[in-house]
């Protein structure tokens, strides 16, 4: 699922230039990302520990449990993103209903790398 299309006609797009800082580490999240276009680079405590890309989400953690910003996020190029708030998520998946299946999917994808990278460290 190209969730892009999603956002084609999306009034809200928030712009970024490279080395622009998104988000921060420890900040109050009160929505996720959908990055239209550009990359990411995602660090905490100042390590990167990843990248995110046109198509990707980030951020999704705000949607699911309001939770705070566990990474920093840095444009490494201009960006365009599409913020979802709680409110838009439940209208997406209403509308779209693999909207949802593309979000747990990706957060399952996530807890499995990280316990296959707690695995793989483990002595």
């Not at 080395?19 to 100042?46: K, P, T």
Request: hydrophobic content about 45%; charged content about 25%.
């Amino acid at each position: 699922m190209d969730v892009r299309k999603l956002f084609d006609a999306a009034e809200n797009i928030e712009v970024f230039s490279p080395g622009d800082i998104i988000f921060r580490e420890g900040d109050q999240a009160h929505h996720m990302y959908v990055v239209v276009e550009g990359e990411i680079e995602l660090q905490v405590a100042g390590s990167t520990v990843g990248q995110v890309q046109a198509g990707d989400l980030m951020g999704e953690m705000a949607i699911v449990g309001g939770h705070k910003r566990t990474a920093t996020a840095l444009a490494k190029t201009a960006c365009r993103l599409a913020p979802v708030t709680e409110r838009r998520f439940v209208l997406l998946v209403q509308e779209t209903p693999y909207f949802a299946l593309y979000v747990m999917k990706v957060l399952a994808d996530r807890i499995v790398r990280k316990e296959h990278e707690m695995h793989t460290r483990a002595p």
